[in-house]
């Protein structure tokens, strides 16, 4: 049984009360949303609305209509570039903007656009003031934070590039949703299409996402999936009215409800307080890591396109002496009962760029729940480990 849980940037863990019990109370309480008039039914469909709202709220978007529930941030993703193609929106040669930290969510669809529509896939320039491509990008696709180093995209730039260029912008906030605070339709209203999921920093179950589209893109984006929304069941075609032209089929009614429960568990808490604390393990870490001569933090963001207020968020990735990232993950869970990730985490770009692409690395991400003690039997576990590899040599 795992004691000490350091991967949260995959999944948080463990999940607060609150969301514990939304999940129950959906499953025992509703019906199908906003299918039929009967009580079940219609408590359902209160209980989604009411998490539409509390989201939409908190990300500063006015009409909550605007904020699609989906399975996940991956599925978002490719609900927004998947949906511009086949709408047409793209010409062969179009350029799309990326990042060199990206995850497999976002490389992924893009790689197989470009064989498909022959687009040109540009990295963003991590070592410049300026953004130079090619040419000018028919859409720019980033992730707000690296989900390898934690690097944390400076986004007021991004933001200014893109309305200064009027270039539409799909951020991939997975890591940053519920940690690193935004306003869609304010401050940075030159995001286009926000892509989140439940089960991160936000705290809620797996299996549901957002998706934000600003107003006067929804018809810019065909829907990839089409079927049942509860609206309009007479037409052969979906609808084109917010929200239900993207939310074909039965929600995940429990995984929605949980996502709403953790965004008000960190409210009450305090964002603010509950990130400094995580940083904290992150740093405390980082500080008994940094004379080890077996051990070496892996570092790399976005240049000059890094935040600077906020340069990671609580994850921190690391090279063992000649153990492998996957070999050191299995023994801190099967020896100390400690749970981190080995490997490449998803993400062969930020894995290119950082140099580990044929040895991966190991991942420790820190969580609400995590404790400076929690830290201390982590480097303990580390420092008998290197012991034992130091003895065998002997």
């Not at 008039?37 to 989201?55: C, D, Q, T, V, Y």
Request: glycine share 8%; hydrophobic share 35%.
């Amino acid at each position: 049984m795992t004691n000490i849980y350091l991967d949260n940037a995959a999944t948080s863990y463990p999940k607060p009360k609150p969301v514990i019990d939304a999940v129950l109370g959906f499953l025992q309480e509703c019906g199908n949303p906003g299918r039929g008039g009967h009580k079940l039914a219609l408590e359902g469909a209160r209980k989604i609305f009411s998490a539409r709202e509390n989201l939409a709220q908190y990300f500063g978007i006015k009409s909550s209509e605007r904020l699609i529930f989906t399975p996940g941030c991956t599925h978002s993703i490719n609900y927004v570039l998947k949906g511009l193609a086949q709408r047409g929106y793209f010409k062969p040669g179009d350029c799309i903007l990326t990042g060199a930290l990206e995850h497999n969510a976002v490389t992924r669809p893009l790689y197989q656009m470009e064989r498909k529509h022959n687009l040109e896939i540009a990295i963003l320039n991590v070592d410049a003031n300026e953004i130079k491509t090619p040419k000018k990008p028919r859409l720019v696709v980033l992730t707000e934070a690296s989900n390898v180093t934690g690097a944390v995209l400076d986004l007021e730039k991004i933001c200014a590039y893109c309305k200064q260029n009027e270039i539409p912008l799909l951020l991939d906030a997975a890591q940053t949703a519920g940690k690193i605070p935004i306003d869609l339709e304010g401050k940075h209203d030159a995001v286009t299409f926000y892509c989140a999921s439940s089960h991160k920093g936000l705290l809620g179950a797996p299996g549901a996402g957002l998706l934000y589209i600003k107003d006067g893109w929804q018809l810019q984006l065909e829907p990839v999936i089409t079927g049942g929304t509860g609206s309009k069941s007479n037409d052969l075609m979906p609808p084109e009215s917010m929200p239900d032209r993207f939310e074909a089929g039965t929600q995940d009614g429990p995984a929605i409800v949980s996502m709403s429960a953790g965004l008000s568990y960190l409210q009450e808490k305090g964002l603010d307080s509950v990130l400094s604390h995580q940083l904290a393990l992150r740093e405390a870490f980082i500080d008994w890591a940094i004379d080890k001569t077996y051990l070496k933090i892996i570092e790399g963001g976005y240049g000059k396109f890094t935040l600077p207020d906020t340069p990671n968020l609580p994850t921190v990735s690391f090279l063992f002496d000649k153990i492998s990232s996957s070999n050191l993950a299995s023994r801190l869970s099967d020896e100390h009962q400690i749970a981190v990730r080995g490997g490449l985490h998803c993400s062969r770009q930020a894995h290119l760029k950082i140099g580990s692409l044929d040895h991966g690395l190991v991942r420790a991400s820190f969580g609400y729940a995590n404790t400076l003690s929690e830290v201390e039997q982590f480097c303990f576990a580390l420092e008998q480990i290197a012991n034992t590899k130091l003895s065998s040599k002997t």
